[in-house]
């Protein structure tokens, strides 16, 4: 990168051999054809291109910053739910609060010019327009004015309605127009009043905004447990089980973000292709990075290898300092005392001792006594382990028990997760091995093994002492 020496490539650039080449316009990460993964802020990743605005049929997904397709009944969109439609496909081709509909709903009327079903005025049954004097038609106990305005048949003055004795009562001193004594029989409501269920409210309740347009509470987007509209992009919290991704609700993050513990979708640290729990707790890794335990990185440590298929750090063989695949035959480079010939490492020490130092000649320690075979000092240096016991990951021999022998009473079973014979822990010097059925049974130093399969998936082995007699 110029004639600068670092650690990794910047954002818009990727590694090209030992050189950093600049990604193209717009893209913050990029492959070998020079495909984008990632985009720059204001850009949307579309077909392995960063563009300034998605295509037809598509919307930008700004926390993702990719281009993702519309509802299958919207020809272009503002987001991925069928009520986020700006444009409508041929046979539903009438929008009305972000819907297509195929024919405008009651209480709408058809805005031609722009192919939308726009709301009456609230006092119409149907109507032409948006204005009150637009109404065609009035609701029951309504009847249309000389000026098109649907009025409440009623001989009582505003404020007011008639009991069934036909006497003018007031009405709540919560409503503005009623139909009956209570809070409860509201039609209208006074300023910076909201009308809901037929009552009237100075706030909407939660799963409501307040329409002033409409001076009453209308449900949010199934999505919101708060909001400022009607559309799913209009949440403020979200309903229980969804989390909060900008400016949506959603079942699940999308790539490369996590759900923390206030419900929101953060982004995973840069390495992360996904993340769990924390921006950092990675769970797969971007191209040119490899996942070591809950880290991403671009080389892997001595003691493993890269595994270009899965993108992981696999640990070497114990017997390895540096490996290219798994296996004891697949070798690199040896540990101080250990000679290396055909991808496999040999100690110059018989078994159970380790080469403790080199000049002017080889001389031998013994192992630890809880290693079999071993590479050095201490129980953290093991490369081979006793029978029923396994070598774990920092090097020590554990016994696959909590207990160090078993009689012929014990009906212990023994997870399969705590002794796995397939890697080097197994049952080392066994007498005699045989496979009947598809199980294998050992014999080896006195103990019996069986294998028993339990059901797919669910492994046990079971243990006891053979009678000694």
Not at 70 to 88: F, L, N, V
Not at 119 to 142: E, F, Y
Not at 297 to 324: M, S
Request: aromatic share 6%; charged share 20%.
């Amino acid at each position: 990168m110029g004639h600068q020496c670092v650690e990794r490539c910047p954002s818009g650039y990727r590694q090209s051999e030992d050189a950093c080449e600049r990604c193209p316009s717009g893209c913050s990460r990029c492959g070998t054809q020079q495909q984008c993964s990632d985009c720059e802020e204001y850009y949307f990743l579309y077909s392995g291109r960063c563009v300034n605005d998605c295509p037809r049929g598509f919307y930008g997904d700004v926390p993702d910053r990719r281009c993702d397709s519309c509802h299958d009944d919207c020809a272009a969109c503002d987001g991925p739910h069928a009520d986020d439609c700006t444009a409508c496909k041929r046979g539903r081709n009438l929008r009305y609060r972000g819907r297509c509909l195929s024919s405008c709903p009651s209480h709408t009327y058809q805005d031609k010019q722009r192919d939308e079903c726009r709301d009456c005025d609230r006092s119409c049954l149907t109507c032409s327009g948006t204005l009150p004097s637009s109404c065609l038609s009035c609701g029951r106990g309504k009847r249309m004015d000389s000026q098109g305005h649907c009025e409440i048949v009623s001989p009582c003055l505003e404020g007011s309605y008639q009991d069934q004795a036909g006497l003018c009562q007031p009405c709540h001193r919560s409503c503005l127009l009623c139909n009956g004594p209570t809070h409860t029989h509201c039609l209208a409501c006074p300023i910076d009043q909201y009308l809901i269920n037929q009552t009237c409210v100075p706030h909407c309740p939660e799963g409501y905004y307040a329409d002033s347009s409409q001076q009453s509470c209308e449900r949010c987007h199934v999505t919101c447990a708060t909001c400022g509209g009607h559309h799913s992009s209009d949440c403020l919290t979200c309903s229980p089980g969804l989390l909060r991704h900008e400016p949506f609700c959603v079942d699940t993050c999308g790539t490369g973000y996590y759900g923390n513990s206030s419900g929101v979708c953060e982004r995973c640290d840069q390495p992360c292709a996904e993340c769990v729990g924390h921006r950092s707790r990675c769970t797969s890794c971007r191209d040119a990075y490899f996942l070591l335990g809950t880290s991403c990185l671009h080389v892997c440590p001595n003691t493993h290898y890269p595994d270009q298929q899965d993108k992981t750090c696999h640990r070497c063989h114990a017997t390895c300092r540096t490996c290219h695949s798994s296996g004891a035959l697949y070798c690199t480079s040896c540990f101080d005392g250990f000679l290396l010939h055909a991808g496999i490492c040999f100690s110059q020490c018989l078994a159970g001792t380790y080469p403790s130092t080199m000049n002017p000649e080889v001389a031998c320690e013994p192992c630890d006594p809880s290693c079999l075979e071993c590479k050095g000092p201490g129980p953290q240096a093991c490369t081979e382990c006793p029978a029923v016991q396994r070598l774990a990951e920092d090097g020590r021999c554990l016994s696959c028990c909590r207990t160090d022998r078993w009689t012929l009473d014990s009906d212990l079973l023994i997870p399969w997760e705590c002794c796995r014979c397939d890697q080097s822990d197994g049952f080392r010097g066994a007498l005699e091995t045989w496979v009947i059925g598809g199980v294998r049974f050992g014999l080896v130093a006195g103990l019996v093994a069986a294998v028993f399969v339990l059901g797919c998936g669910t492994i046990y082995r079971k243990y006891r002492l053979m009678d000694e007699r």
